[in-house]
């Protein structure tokens, strides 16, 4: 059975609340990953791990636990990369779903970003999580929903 890891430190709370409803409506496990805690609904195949603080530390938890099949909801690129080389999929919270074919191209923006930020030029931030987001990111999680081999199960984690 497939399940879904949120890299939760930076997930949007609107992204969080698509995630949880959708759980709730399929009972496909569901797993939080963040150094802050979060608070779940009372779901058998719901929940929260609180790990310690420090760099990278939710991201290495995820990558040990996921598995192919799998759905990391991210924006962390490494951690998408990561979890495509274990053969699962990883979703921005825009909607933008990484794959093989484009993880490569976004590690490489990321890098001639962090070059720019190192070399002192402001790049700015990301913009505002707008409502065309917000649907965005449902209608791509909706559309790896209908492909995930789901079971009535408790949390297998």
Same mark, same amino acid.
């Given at each position: ?11 949007? &709370?609107?992204? #969080? ?6 759980? %709730?409506?399929t ?11 979060? /608070? ?11 790990v310690?603080?420090?760099? @990278?530390?939710? @991201?290495?938890?995820?990558?040990? /636990?996921?598995?192919?099949? @799998? &759905? ?6 490494? &951690? ?6 274990k053969?699962? %999929?990883?979703?921005h919270? #825009?909607g933008e779903m990484? *794959?093989?074919? *484009? ?5 490489s923006? #990321? ?17 505002? &999580? ?14 790896? %929903?209908?492909?995930?081999p789901?079971a009535?199960?408790?949390?297998? @984690?």
């Amino acid at each position: 059975m497939s399940r879904i890891y949120v890299d939760a430190d930076a997930c949007p &709370l609107s992204i #969080r609340e698509i995630l949880i409803r959708a759980a %709730l409506r399929t009972r496909l496990p569901l797993t939080f990953v963040a150094n802050q805690w979060i /608070r779940t609904p009372a779901a058998t195949h719901i929940r929260a791990i609180q790990v310690p603080q420090g760099l @990278d530390v939710a @991201d290495s938890e995820i990558a040990r /636990r996921v598995e192919s099949g @799998d &759905l990391v909801v991210t924006q962390d690129i490494p &951690l998408a990369a990561l979890a495509i080389d274990k053969g699962a %999929l990883a979703l921005h919270p #825009r909607g933008e779903m990484y *794959t093989r074919e *484009t993880i490569a191209q976004r590690l490489s923006l #990321r890098n001639f970003m962090d070059q720019l930020r190192g070399a002192g030029v402001q790049t700015g931030g990301p913009a505002p &999580l707008h409502a065309r987001d917000r649907q965005a990111f449902a209608n791509a999680l909706d559309a790896w %929903l209908a492909k995930a081999p789901r079971a009535p199960a408790a949390h297998p @984690d």
